[in-house]
Every structure is written in C-alpha cells, then in structure tokens.
C-alpha cells in the first residue's frame, strides 16, 4: 500500500476547500455545485470531527504524510451494524486514475468489517459515473437497485445505482485474493 487513513485534523479545511473547486471533482458527486467559503469549510472539517454517526479519513501518502484526498463512513446505525459510503475524493489530479481510490477503498472497507464490527456496507453512487461503479463492483459491492431521479444536478435530475457489500462476502473476497 502506498497510502494510510487518518483522522481529520483541523487544518484539512484548506486542501478540501481547495479541492470543491475543481468541477471535474463536483462533476462525480451526488451533490450539487455550490460556492463555499473556506471559513465555511473549517466549521465542516471541525463539526466532521465530533459526530459520531459518521467518520471522516484523510487519504494520506506514506513516502511524505501529505495529505491527497479523503473518504467518509456515514450513517452509522450500531445497533443494525450498517453504514453507508460517503465517498471518495482523490483531490491531487495528477493522481487520478492511478488506483489510490480503490486503495483507499480497501482499507476502508477492511476498517469498517473488521475493527467496527459492522455487517452491511452500502452506498450510493451517480448512475453516469461509470468508472466509481466499475470500481465498487471490483470491490465486492452487488448491484440493488436504481433510485430514479434522486439528485438535482446541473439543470436536470440524474439516478443513483444503489449497491451494497456484507461482511461475509467482503471475506470471501479476501480469501479469493489470496489464493
């Protein structure tokens, strides 16, 4: 692995703030554009830091600790044992499309089955972003449906392909892996 998570430090505000305004970025997300101040941004990081029903990591590069992108868990649901995939950002674009996503992803996933116990792991990714689906489907996740029209995005309404992975079938994947 050529990367490690971390928790959020109140100084990431800037390289997230930063990053919101690359439209290529804003382009792959479920959420709508919108103008962000950076003040803005440091409440976010801040109030991000002490929720406990989500966890936000930044992705990390060991060979200097820079911080290059970030990911989150959200809707925690403990007494279920589920949570959804906030997303992803690789925020350094001359990283992009070099697997440090799917890295992340992994160690994500090896995070939230193993050290917190949980059993479902779902998300929801825009339909017209085929390489983030292409990539939840190399990790494990099975389709389970669309939801039809569910973001406003850039004048018009855009679906989302809803997948999920179990713990047990993130093992089994594992153990393929090895072999």
Known sequence: M??????????????????????????????????????????????KIFNDQSLYLAICLKENDEMI?????????????????????IGRKDLWNQGYAKEAARLMLEYVFREMGLHRFYGHWLESHGVSIKMGERLGFNREGILKDSVFKNGRFHNLVVMSLLKDEFEGMLETDLE
């Open 69 to 89: 992108g970030y990911l989150s868990v959200v809707d925690i649901d403990w007494r279920n044992r589920k949570a959804q995939w906030g997303g992803i950002t």
């Open 2 to 47: 050529r990367i490690y998570l971390r928790a959020f430090e109140l100084e990431d505000y800037k390289k997230i703030n930063e990053w919101r305004r690359y439209p290529e970025i804003i382009a792959k997300t479920g959420g709508s554009v919108f103008f962000v101040s950076s003040e803005k941004d440091k409440k976010w990081v801040e109030e």
